[in-house]
């Protein structure tokens, strides 16, 4: 037979040629198997490089180019070779003629012949589609990625590495301070670019690329093929294993990488416009890691609060929204506040999802095609368990939306979707984004540090998950007194129980986060380790409730603690019973860890592992996960691997006794597969070489490896042993994680029972962070009253701590009599501290927390407000005034008669005139529209006579005869529900240094000295400045109040440089017409 290969239309390039070194050619009807063989042989490159690197588009274009265009036809084989003669093939002869040699090189053009046997011949010509560009099944992979995943930096994984190619490498390179390489590829000799790096380091440079970058990865991995046999990888023949794109991992869906603080919740969150337009918008979101899953009925006006609140790492949005015409959108406005990546989803419209554009009014969709969705109520938050939502067409447009997205990156890993939790607006108290930064609830002044928040000061908690839970509580309080003083009751518990507190410290330290557990576990990302690690949290839950159990049976407190013992009841009804659970997987799992290699493989499917270098690995030192009587299978197979390893050690022992080689091993691993292996000694004398038995494979200094047919059947049952064992402990694995993550039973009580102990954890925090810094539990009721005796700033207490100073408290007196509290003092003197802390009190009360107080009284809140502060927005084209005014603006719009609302220093940032104004208009609407309880500091001390304030009054009193006597009376309003109150400072030495210290405790009245000079001198500021400002100061005093005594509407910077008794009566005349 003789077969020639012939390229149609145009010769094969001469910048590449097969090497047919080790092709073997077979016979009469082998020719498929010869074309097998021609795609895989090695290429040998020429060394002119090409004129430019070549992008995954341009190779797959070129195969498209040539498909079809080589033909294989029996009989001949034409080709073009090097210029070097390949070394001869047995029964192959080598004939040719040479061409005309070229300027740069000598190509010969040669015919190779087989001499035939007689076989029959092939009839007819067999057409095979080759191309002369790799054709291997890594690059059709790779390419065929790339051309999926547009949007995404691919990484692929081969053997112990990834990989990135073409234009993708130089980026991944830089930003992960990789090398770059360049490797040939094609029949053309194109170079691509290519990066990689090792296996164990996905995870910090998925930090670098995800959740630093903010860019979308895909994942593409390596399994081996089923029923491919085990053993390491061949050089030639069929690759046993595939490789497909398993994950695209964006911000919004890490899971368990290393990189994931596990204190903070990674919410990715889908916004999707309803019915109604702009006033009717969907939100939904969700933590992939915890299966947590929310959604919410929100307005543009508020939704860049309740995206404060959330805090998402990833937003998504339709894909329309990507459109360029959409950049003006409003939504599109609002996310320009959020540090969030935005990402683009193609809305599904089996789902009932429509366009934007052609939004019409589905009704409200019940069961989600798709996507799995248990309907387990139980699932809910426990203060919405009672009955399961029913969502709005905007809500269960988000819905689909994000479980769409989350259908298209977790792919292989998408869990089963718990019913959303229905966040009810009316039942937290609402936080505005500008106030969420301004308390530094979650995050301290210095940004994404939480050192100096609130949650950093207050947190006490020693679960992961307690900490999540807190953070939610601290964005979210409620506004239920009911479940606030449930909250109340168990923080009192434990308080007045130290030995029970300790006890409850001691239990949760043991504990793990249970609900990412079985969310790992649901995410097919599970191993033995974490089943036990749900084995072992399911134990410590059962101890913490059997330590509570007892506490309820201590009679002697029972009555004087009624409701404390009645709140932990309720909270210990909730808990089920897992016990079973817990002792099936003991019975099941060994305590050593697992090591079967890939977590991301699917259960049924076999990963690429690494190949073991003795049958030790397998038996002796292989930490098996499952114990071997788990099931009769493994019992079975067990036994047999055991009867195997007595062979193996009998041979072994039996070849080294019989050729005295005490130092020869039967191995199974790299780089021979399986084999004998001797390591020389002095006595060795090559005595395996002399038998034919033994073939040798390799030869060092100082060792040698055979070919033993007896070694090589027993090794190969060896492997196929191992191989079917780890097969059943995936199997026994999986009914394991079936068993603990089945919807309806054991998952739902274990996320039941995990919220429960956050509860606990939380309680118990507050409770030690109680003792420690003597807060006290505040009465909550349904008043509009506030009042903080002596209540100091948690942060900045601590602060002061640290330093070996003492904070100075204050009292705050709002309520029905007293709504709006006007504070004046100079600056560094404590006014701002008071706003927040007050604030801060509230926010605390209304989490269930005691408070930094010596005895508080809070009426529900449902809204806080802050305008503290000064900050710019020059993305947008607003000065910092600007600023100002639209925070106060919408705070005049929004806040209600059981709002809380503290602003500082309202119309600082324009002219006195100006400022003296937007300030009395703003303090006269929170007082006379509002009605709501609002704290206003203000350096306009002004404002104070322009509400109606009067202090340093005299009246006549009758005295002696011809001796006119006066009275001076205290200070009076005459407006109601107005007090007054301000900061000063104290002169601690002579008037020639200038000495004084602030006095941070408020007194009723007001301040007409702000004190600037003096703050300026304390600052640093340069003598001779400070010495032109006062001889300014001087100046201004004594020319500006003659001119504004007559006149009481002259300019009012002249009435507020230097203001006499008398002038007073101007700004009250002012006042009077409003």
Not at 129 to 139: C, F, I, Q
Not at 267 to 277: D, L, Q, R
Not at 327 to 350: F, N, Q, T
Not at 738 to 753: D, H, I, K, T, Y
Request: aromatic share 6%.
């Amino acid at each position: 037979m003789r077969c020639v290969l012939r390229a149609r239309g145009k010769p094969l390039s001469g910048h590449n040629v097969y090497d047919f070194t080790q092709l073997i050619l077979l016979k009469g009807t082998g020719a498929p198997a010869l074309a097998r063989n021609l795609s895989q042989a090695s290429m040998i490159t020429s060394h002119t490089p090409p004129k430019q690197l070549s992008t995954a588009e341009e190779i797959w274009n070129e195969i498209l180019e040539e498909e079809g265009k080589v033909k294989l036809t029996p009989g001949s084989i034409e080709i073009s070779i090097a210029r070097k003669k390949p070394k001869p093939i047995k029964g192959l002869s080598v004939t040719g003629s040479e061409e005309s040699p070229s300027p740069q090189r000598t190509r010969r053009s040669r015919k190779l012949t087989e001499t035939p046997k007689k076989e029959p011949e092939v009839q007819g010509a067999l057409k095979t589609p080759r191309s002369r560009l790799p054709r291997t099944k890594l690059a059709r992979d790779i390419i065929e990625n790339h051309l999926k995943f547009p949007d995404c930096i691919l990484l692929t994984r081969v053997g112990q590495f990834y990989e990135s190619y073409f234009d993708q490498a130089p980026e991944v390179a830089k930003l992960l301070n990789i090398k770059l390489a360049q490797r040939r590829w094609g029949a053309r000799g194109r170079i691509v670019n290519m990066a990689g790096f090792p296996l164990v380091h996905l995870d910090r440079h998925l930090k670098t690329l995800v959740q630093t970058e903010k860019r979308f990865v895909a994942l593409c991995e390596e399994f081996r093929k089923p029923g491919a046999p085990p053993g390491p990888r061949r050089k030639f023949g069929p690759s046993p294993f595939e490789r497909r794109v398993v994950r695209v991992v964006t911000p919004g869906t890490l899971i368990d990488e290393s990189f994931v603080n596990p204190y903070d919740n990674n919410y990715v969150c889908a916004i999707v416009p309803g019915e109604a337009g702009l006033n009717d918008i969907g939100i939904a979101w969700m933590d992939v890691a915890t299966g947590e899953f929310f959604t919410q009925l929100s307005n543009l006006a508020q939704l860049r609060d309740d995206l404060a609140r959330i805090n998402p790492r990833e937003i998504v949005l339709e894909k329309s929204f990507e459109d360029p015409k959409q950049v003006d959108h409003p939504i599109r406005g609002v996310l320009a506040d959020s540090s969030a990546s935005v990402a683009y989803c193609d809305a599904p419209k089996e789902l009932g999802i429509t366009p934007l554009e052609m939004r019409a009014s589905p009704a409200i969709v019940d069961n989600i095609t798709n996507v799995s969705v248990s309907d387990a109520a139980a699932e809910l938050d426990l203060e919405d368990e009672a009955t399961a939502p029913v969502f709005s067409s905007a809500e269960t447009l988000a819905i689909q939306l994000i479980s769409a997205f989350l259908q298209a990156n977790l792919r292989e890993n998408m869990p089963t979707l718990t019913t959303p939790v229905r966040f009810q607006e009316d039942a937290r108290m609402q936080i505005d984004a500008h106030t969420v930064r301004a308390l530094e609830i979650q995050k301290g002044s210095q940004g994404e540090s939480n050192t100096g928040s609130l949650l950093s000061v207050v947190k006490r908690t020693i679960t992961s998950s307690g900490s999540r839970l807190l953070s939610r509580w601290l964005c979210g309080p409620s506004t239920s007194v009911q479940e606030i003083q449930t909250r109340q009751a168990l923080v009192a518990l434990f308080h007045a129980r130290p030995h029970l507190r300790r006890d409850m410290i001691a239990l949760l330290r043991q504990t793990g986060d249970a609900i990412r557990l079985v969310q790992k576990m649901q995410l097919r990302r599970g191993d033995a380790d974490d089943l036990l690690a749900i084995a072992e949290t399911i134990d410590v839950h059962a101890h913490v409730t059997s330590r509570l159990l007892l506490e309820t049976k201590d009679t002697e407190r029972h009555q004087e603690n009624e409701d404390q013992l009645r709140s932990l009841e309720l909270l210990l009804g909730r808990v089920s019973d897992l016990s079973q659970l817990a002792e099936k997987i003991g019975t099941a799992v060994h305590v050593t860890p697992l090591l079967m290699g890939e977590t991301e493989a699917p259960p049924k499917e076999t990963p690429a592992v690494g190949f073991p270098e003795t049958p030790d690995d397998y038996v002796e030192s292989k930490n098996w996960s499952i114990k071997h009587d788990f099931n009769p299978e493994l019992r079975k197979l067990h036994k047999k691997m055991k009867k195997l390893k007595d062979e193996q050690e009998e041979m072994q022992h039996e070849l080294q006794t019989e050729y005295r080689v005490p130092t020869l091993t039967l191995k199974i691993g790299i780089p021979h597969g399986i084999f004998v292996h001797v390591a020389k000694s002095k006595t060795y004398g090559a005595k395996l070489g002399t038998n034919e038995a033994f073939i040798p494979l390799s030869k060092s200094g100082s060792t040698e490896s055979y070919f033993y047919k007896p070694w090589s059947q027993l090794g190969t049952a060896i492997t196929e042993c191992q191989a079917a064992i780890l097969q059943a402990e995936r199997d026994a694995l999986e009914s394991l994680r079936v068993e603990a993550c089945r919807v309806g039973s054991c998952a739902v009580a274990l996320r039941r029972n995990a919220r429960i102990i956050d509860e606990i954890d939380v309680t118990v925090g507050f409770a030690e962070l109680a003792a420690e810094m003597n807060f006290v539990r505040p009465v909550v009721n349904e008043s509009l009253n506030f009042l903080t005796v002596n209540g100091r700033h948690p942060a900045v207490e601590i602060g002061l701590l640290t330093s070996g100073r003492v904070f100075t408290p204050n009292t705050v007196d709002l309520g029905p009599d007293s709504r709006l509290m006007l504070i004046t003092g100079p600056n560094m003197a404590g006014k701002s501290t008071v706003l927040r802390q007050s604030a801060l009190i509230a926010i605390l009360a209304q989490t269930g927390s005691f408070v930094p107080a010596d005895y508080a009284e809070i009426g529900i809140v449902d809204r806080v407000f802050s305008r503290i502060g000064a900050r710019d927005d020059l993305f947008r084209d607003r000065s910092t005034f600007m600023v100002e005014m639209l925070e106060a603006g919408e705070i005049l719009r929004r806040a209600t008669e059981r709002s809380l609302v503290i602003m500082d220093e309202v119309g600082r940032g324009t002219t006195v005139r100006d400022g003296l104004a937007i300030a009395f208009a703003t303090a006269h609407h929170l007082h006379s529209t509002n009605r709501c309880r609002a704290m206003f500091a203000t350096h306009f001390h002004e404002v104070a006579d322009m509400l109606g304030y009067y202090e340093n009054e005299v009246e006549p009193v009758q005295g002696p005869p011809g001796e006119p006597s006066t009275k001076l009376l205290e200070p009076r309003c005459t407006r109601p529900h107005i007090s007054f109150f301000c900061s000063d400072i104290a002169s601690t030495g002579d008037s020639s240094t200038d000495e004084f210290t602030y006095s941070h405790q408020l007194r009723p009245g007001v301040n007409r000295e702000s004190h600037g000079l003096r703050v300026a001198r304390l600052g640093g500021m340069p003598g001779s400045a400070v010495e032109v400002a006062r001889r300014v100061m001087e100046r201004l005093r004594d020319n500006g109040p003659s001119q504004v005594a007559s006149n009481a509407s002259q300019s009012v910077l002249q009435v507020g440089l230097g203001l006499r008794l008398g002038n007073r009566e101007a700004m009250r005349k002012i006042g009077e017409d409003f």
